[in-house]
Nanobody, 128 residues
């Protein structure tokens, strides 16, 4: 069973930065996709950024150019660097992993249903 533990959330002023980390148990090669999702109060959970086992990255249009996803295979840590934060970025942020490391190719992994493992979430609050 893979465990994902997020850290790094907090409260910042608009324009500030935060770095989220997700420590994963098990093999660093166990997943095809790893992503950060977020869920704001009263809204549906949405994908923020994804990195594949081939290190291909994709971002939601609302965060492109401001956020950067990365993966440290040696430490088995997924990170999300968030810069130029806006009040609209306020949400609970979740790390997710799909458990499909043996898959050669996936067309997409942008849906919640694509992921088998989830962290408990870390809160990010951006004040205006």
């Amino acid at each position: 069973q893979v465990q994902l533990v997020e850290s790094g959330g907090g409260s910042v002023q608009a324009g500030g930065s935060l770095r989220l980390s997700c420590a994963a148990s098990g093999s660093p090669y166990a997943h095809y996709c790893m992503s950060w999702f977020r869920q704001a109060q009263g809204k549906e959970r949405e994908v923020v950024a994804t990195i594949t086992k081939y290190d291909r990255t994709t971002y939601a249009s609302s965060v492109k150019g401001r956020f950067a996803i990365s993966k440290d295979r040696a430490e088995n840590i997924l990170s999300l660097q968030m810069n130029s934060l806006e009040p609209e970025d306020t949400a609970m942020y979740y790390c997710a992993a799909d458990g499909k490391g043996l898959t050669q190719w996936l067309d997409s992994c942008a849906q919640e249903s694509d992921y088998k493992y989830w962290g408990q979430g870390t809160q990010v609050t951006v004040a205006s």
